[in-house]
């Protein structure tokens, strides 16, 4: 029997953290109403420290107000449960002692019988440690995950929670800012989209993007031409890097429509980056993940500074829409994801069935249950889909030539 059931948010947003907070409170309100349920604050940092929330019948009555709203109202962090040292040195767990431990003994401490994980692969994969230690230790708890990322990047599932959201808002956020292509003569553009290892979200948004140019109509002969607002280059972890192949096509469209337009992954070309830092003796500063901490190396500054010189730019606008993206409130094709899968994580939950909810793509992309030792992050966009290749023919860019693949 399930009497109380935890839920938390962790990692970066994404645009359906609220709702899905909001959609697995209503659910279970509906189905099994007796059901206690709590929300420990900031990710696994709230749950190793004992700080939480409790759903109040306010809360239940109002919960589809969350649906409404970016973010996530119960806050989230980096925080790894198998990463004592950082765990130690942040002031989470004691020297010593095993944070799965404290974990898992706060959970019964606290009367939980099910704990919801809503988060990207660095979330699941510390549910699926902690779902590990559970059941070899038999404390008898279900973990259940949703599948929470920007960078829609996580095996075996076709599409995360938020990914189609956070590229349509760049898409918009890149209207406005590729607007300043006229503001004065020779003018570069690089609109940096998050993705740290996967191009999937800056393909997407281009392509959301490209879509709503060809939708418009244009009047060239007072300067409103489609060609200046357009897409001119994407970059991608997941393409080899060659800028200086690129040069004489870039240079055309420069010499031609006065302005160069690149959607720019935050991962491509990361380890060129890193290399030079290293060569010049610079620290490279990471997370407690191991990852690269991009903000500090700034993909967009260095590719500005590469293509400025190279274009004959006068003017260099780089412009991140990372925040804008991920922090925005749910677009109707992630409520109805949403929707779906918190119905089947209370199901599944209800059921004693841990593991993350998903459309499984090893199996005919079935919205299931999948075992924790299934789930892996760093999978990669598939550059060789038609949608992707047509767009970049559409934008006058050759075809991709696969990069080797990166750590970082």
């Not at 059931?5 to 645009?15: H, K």
């Not at 406005?176 to 948004?205: D, F, K, S, Y």
């Not at 290293?278 to 993940?289: H, K, L, S």
């Not at 293509?307 to 925040?323: D, I, R």
Request: aromatic residues 6%; contains cysteine.
């Amino acid at each position: 029997m399930v009497h109380k059931v935890a839920l938390l948010t962790a990692g970066g947003f994404a645009p359906c953290l609220s709702s899905a907070i909001g959609g697995l409170i209503q659910r279970y309100t509906e189905v099994a109403p007796e059901v206690e349920i709590i929300a420990y604050r900031y990710g696994y940092q709230g749950l190793l420290t004992g700080d939480y929330l409790e759903v109040t019948p306010e809360v239940r009555a109002k919960a589809h107000l969350l649906h409404n709203y970016g973010g996530s109202p119960i806050g989230n962090s980096r925080v790894k449960l198998t990463n004592a040292k950082d765990l130690v040195k942040r002031g989470l767990v004691a020297e010593g002692v095993d944070p799965l431990k404290v974990a898992a003994d706060r959970l019964v401490a606290d009367g939980v019988d099910v704990l919801h994980t809503i988060g990207g692969d660095d979330t699941n994969t510390t549910a699926a440690d902690l779902a590990a230690y559970l059941a070899s230790n038999d404390y008898g708890l279900t973990v259940v995950g949703l599948p929470k990322t920007i960078d829609n990047d996580v095996y075996p599932i076709k599409q995360s929670l938020g990914a189609d959201t956070a590229a349509e808002m760049g898409a918009r956020f890149a209207k406005n800012v590729l607007a300043e292509h006229n503001a004065g003569t020779r003018i570069l553009i690089i609109h940096e989209v998050m993705g740290r290892n996967c191009g999937w979200l800056t393909a997407a948004t281009a392509a959301k993007y490209h879509a709503w140019i060809k939708e418009q109509d244009w009047l060239p002969e007072i300067g409103l031409d489609a060609k200046a607002w357009d897409v001119h280059a994407i970059l991608l972890p997941e393409v080899a890097l060659d800028i200086e192949a690129a040069t004489d096509r870039l240079l055309g469209v420069m010499d031609e429509v006065g302005c160069v337009n690149i959607f720019l992954s935050e991962g491509a070309g990361v380890a060129d980056i890193v290399a030079e830092m290293e060569r010049n003796g610079e620290e490279v500063a990471r997370d407690a993940f191991g990852h690269i901490r991009l903000e500090r190396i700034n993909p967009g500054a260095w590719f500005a500074t590469k293509y400025a010189e190279m274009l004959k730019a006068e003017k260099v606008l780089v412009q991140k829409s990372g925040y804008y993206s991920r922090s925005a409130a749910a677009n109707q094709f992630d409520l109805d994801l949403i929707r779906s899968m918190t119905d089947l994580a209370v199901t599944s939950a209800l059921a004693g069935q841990p593991g993350v909810v998903g459309h499984d793509e090893d199996n005919d992309d079935a919205l299931s249950v999948i075992a924790f030792d299934r789930i892996k992050g760093g999978k990669p966009f598939d550059i060789t889909q038609p949608w992707f290749l047509q767009l970049l023919s559409e934008i006058g860019q050759a075809e991709p030539v696969a990069a080797a693949p990166v750590e970082h």
